[in-house]
């Protein structure tokens, strides 16, 4: 075992945590929802825009983006890793087939960003921050109008 601090300590760590995340989202692309929730430790703290929630509240916002885009793709465009933190840079791709945000099910195409940073204990997910491109997500079914998306690029 590497010893803590050194230079193999903290490559091994890295290379731990970039495994954690590439897992993670194939897990994301398999929909299984357990597996899923499986990456994110029991005390997992995910920072939102207007408050902190736990796991419970990851896995109903998994749920319901997994009902509204049945066919959704997670395609990681990069990855960086140091030690226990992870940031990534994701594309996803869907069709929306069910209720999002008040949207009904418009059958439209989306294609959207999102940017993950995340700290990994014991194999897990303990804190995370995402930032997704909800704007974009929002006029491509519809919900906002395209205008908006220009005005704001």
Request: charged share 25%; net charge negative; hydrophobic share 40%.
């Amino acid at each position: 075992m590497d010893t803590p601090g050194t230079a193999e300590a903290v490559v091994a760590q890295t290379e731990r945590s970039r495994a954690v995340a590439r897992s993670f989202f194939a897990a994301c692309n398999s929909h299984d929802l357990d597996r899923i929730m499986d990456f994110f430790h029991s005390d997992i703290v995910h920072h939102a825009r207007l408050s902190d929630y736990p796991k419970e509240g990851i896995a109903f916002v998994y749920k319901m983006t997994l009902q509204a885009f049945p066919d959704l793709r997670w395609n990681v465009l990069d990855i960086i890793a140091e030690k226990d933190q992870i940031a990534a840079l994701v594309r996803y791709e869907g069709t929306h087939r069910g209720p999002y945000l008040h949207s009904t099910d418009t059958g439209k195409r989306v294609s959207f960003l999102s940017i993950n940073i995340a700290r990994v204990a014991d194999g897990r997910f303990i804190e995370h921050r995402g930032v997704l491109d909800e704007l974009h997500l929002l006029t491509q079914i519809g919900a906002l109008p395209e205008p908006l998306l220009t005005q704001m690029s």
